[in-house]
């Protein structure tokens, strides 16, 4: 690994400084961890927790400073797990936001929850270690969202929809490797089942082309943006693969090598956009190299054996 990337990576953010030891050096180094949350971006969210235990104005509203995905951020950034204001956070939000479906709703008026959300919450909820009594019905819900084409959609309950989305599949996908990585057992040898086949979902479209055209499905899936949250693109889902231990297949090659290409000359690589909508902060300012998509690109790359 190149000393001066190294270097580079370790002047950023505490969150990033554990990852890369972590990830890209082989060192688990709890200290640091602990530091996440008075430290930095993590201290900076936590900030922003209101008395009632939300973010923003509740669950959900307004993107991206909702009590939603202000903790999906955290999770993000590997903020101790064991953080008991968090905790709390995540049962009000199981008190007060389950539908008639099990499933976590954000909306007040539409009776049907979304596999999107639902993925989501699994990803930062089991994180963080929610009671299992609580993620029950959601796990029930989850499994009954699964399309006969492998993947997930969050408009099939709403709008009829029969082809499953890049976007609901990615959040349920990585929902799901949180509650196997947790050891979480309710209903788990079922989830697991979707966890097999919905990569080949992602796989067949060779990450962002048609698979009826080839065409490049949206050029956002090829855009280098950060923090995700419900978007789908080809960094993510490779994140997902190398986390995943899902096993090199040719078909990630296509993606690799656009994830290739935008390498910088100076070996980063750049934070292309974010998407809109109010923020806590800016992290990082697009047009700038990015640590988040430098290390997130190395760990990939560097896991498929596919960069020096």
């Avoid at 499933?103 to 299992?132: H, R």
């Avoid at 009594?133 to 309950?157: H, Q």
């Avoid at 990615?170 to 979480?184: K, S």
């Amino acid at each position: 690994m190149n000393v001066k990337m190294i270097a580079w990576l370790l002047e950023g953010d505490v969150s990033i400084q554990y990852q890369v030891y972590r990830d890209l050096m082989g060192e688990r180094c709890p200290d640091i961890q602990a530091r996440i949350a008075h430290q930095g971006w993590g201290a900076a969210f936590m900030k922003e927790r209101n008395p009632d235990g939300y973010w923003g104005r509740g669950f959900y509203q307004p993107k991206w400073t909702s009590s939603h995905y202000t903790l999906l951020d955290l999770k993000t950034l590997q903020i101790s797990p064991d953080n008991e204001l968090i905790r709390r956070s995540i049962d009000i939000i199981l008190e007060r936001r389950k539908s008639a479906d099990g499933g976590i709703n954000p909306a007040k008026t539409i009776e049907a929850s979304d596999v999107c959300v639902n993925g989501m919450f699994l990803n930062y909820a089991c994180y963080f270690g929610t009671d299992e009594d609580g993620l029950r019905s959601i796990v029930d819900y989850v499994i009954n969202e699964r399309m006969e084409d492998g993947g997930f959609n969050c408009e099939r309950t709403r709008w009829g929809a029969r082809h499953s989305s890049l976007h609901s599949t990615i959040c349920v996908l990585e929902g799901i490797q949180e509650y196997a990585r947790q050891g979480y057992s309710y209903r788990l040898d079922e989830l697991e089942a979707a966890a097999d086949t919905s990569p080949e979902f992602i796989l067949m479209h060779q990450l962002y082309k048609s698979d009826h055209t080839g065409e490049i499905i949206h050029k956002d899936f090829l855009r280098l943006s950060f923090p995700g949250r419900w978007h789908y693109d080809i960094l993510r889902a490779l994140d997902y693969f190398q986390d995943a231990g899902v096993p090199w297949d040719e078909r990630m090659r296509p993606a690799c090598e656009v994830l290739l290409k935008k390498r910088r000359a100076d070996g980063r690589w750049p934070l292309q956009a974010n998407y809109p909508g109010a923020l806590h902060f800016e992290m990082e300012k697009p047009g700038q190299p990015s640590r988040w998509n430098t290390l997130r690109a190395l760990r990939v790359l560097n896991h498929y054996e596919m960069i020096d």
